[in-house]
Nanobody, 129 residues
Framework: QVQLVESGGGSVQPGESLRLSCAPS????????IGWFRQAPGKVREGVSC????????YYADSVKGRFTISRDNAKNTVYLQMDNLNPEDTAEYYC??????????????????????WGKGALVTVSS
């Protein structure tokens, strides 16, 4: 059974940081692409950041470039999303998702949710003063 478990969400003040973790289990080796997506109340879900494994490519939405960093620790089988300088517009439910390594790009995975097969249940991030 495949599971993607997010952790690290919480409530912070503007300018503070959080680190989200995604720990997949049950995935076959072909599912080496992991992405972070978020959905704010009343808004459409958007791709925040995605990462490949073999190619090391990453993608960031313009709204988080320079503030968020995606990384993976293969020894721990965990993908992280370091979120710095958070602002109220970052308030959302954050979801981890997995896609297989195929010919589509990391950007396609993030922007179009292309190829995603598995989703986590989400972690809530609230940024307010």
């Amino acid at each position: 059974q495949v599971q993607l478990v997010e952790s690290g969400g919480g409530s912070v003040q503007p300018g503070e940081s959080l680190r989200l973790s995604c720990a997949p289990s049950g995935l076959t080796s072909e599912y080496d692409r992991i992405g972070w997506f978020r959905q704010a109340p009343g808004k459409v879900r958007e791709g925040v950041s995605c990462i490949g494994d073999g190619d090391g490519n990453t993608y960031y939405a313009d709204s988080v470039k320079g503030r968020f960093t995606i990384s993976r620790d293969n020894a721990k089988n965990t993908v992280y999303l370091q979120m710095d300088n958070l602002n109220p517009e970052d308030t959302a439910e954050y979801y981890c998702a997995a896609a297989p390594h195929t010919s589509f790009t990391i950007e396609t995975m993030c922007v179009m949710e292309y190829g995603i097969r598995y989703w986590g249940k989400g972690a809530l991030v609230t940024v307010s003063s």
